[in-house]
């Protein structure tokens, strides 16, 4: 079952959401979620759709850039520093 763009009729995304945050958080594997969320295909066709769309990084990204405008700095960091 591939994820054609269209919403799974009936879906609650936030059961979606959480059930991606639970895989993320106790490193089960998708077929092992709990009956509570929705169908772990689903959960994956939703996961590799936003995925693909860049909708994760736009969710790190967008508040990260609030807070820096919100301290009186550029939205986007001018340079970074890794230190190992």
């Not at 879906?11 to 959480?18: A, G, K």
């Not at 772990?40 to 405008?69: A, C, K, M, N």
Request: aromatic share 12%; hydrophobic share 30%; glycine share 10%.
């Amino acid at each position: 079952m591939g994820f054609s763009g269209a919403a799974h009729s009936g879906t609650d995304i936030r059961e979606v959401v959480n059930a991606v945050f639970y895989v993320l958080r106790g490193g089960c594997q998708r077929r092992l979620l709990p009956k509570d969320f929705p169908p772990y295909q689903t959960v994956y066709d939703y996961f590799r759709s936003w995925r693909l769309l860049g909708t994760w990084e736009r969710l790190h990204d967008r508040p990260r850039g609030d807070v820096r405008e919100a301290h009186g700095r550029n939205r986007e960091p001018s340079a970074g520093i890794i230190e190992s």
